[in-house]
């Protein structure tokens, strides 16, 4: 929906997906979708695949020069070390220009709950740093769940910006990129 969205605004966009497993889900789904996506399987490119990363954003840009480039990292990443491995990128290849770098954190208020219980400071640390929250799935999500949701997030980083948004039928999230990009 992201991409979409970028897509219509008339922005030139590369897709990079991270997948833990063997089998790429994610990155085949949007490359039958036309996207120009890339695959980085079978580890966690904010420890493991940080080398492959910056590599494969060196690639991307030279070879497809997108505007925006989405990296779509596995649920496991934490956000903020990703951005340290690409803000190394400038020094690796000094081809590479000027950037920014905006994280996107995505939350899903049915599971939220859930997760915050078992991994409240896991998820914390996967917030921080975001330019914005997007609570997706306002389409199905329970109000008290996107009440928790919305004020265990504020509770912690009052500073960020939370945007109610459904994936599915794309409501709230152009208005959300608005804030970013678009």
Known sequence: R??????RAGKKVAVLVNEMGDIGVD???LMSEGYNTTELPDGCVCCSLSAELQVAIRNIRRDIQPEIMLIEPTGLAIPTKIVEGIDMIPELFPEFG???VDIIGVVDPVRFRLFVTKKGKFMAEQLEGS??????KIDVAP????RFTEDWILERMPDIKVW??????GDGV??????VCI
């Open 143 to 146: 109000a008290e769940e996107m």
């Open 98 to 100: 000027e950037y920014t």
């Open 164 to 169: 109610k948004v459904s994936a599915l039928n």
């Open 2 to 7: 992201i991409a979409n969205t970028y897509i």
């Open 174 to 179: 152009e208005e959300a990129l608005k804030e």
């Open 131 to 136: 330019s914005m929250i997007m609570m997706n």
């Open 27 to 29: 990155g085949a789904t």
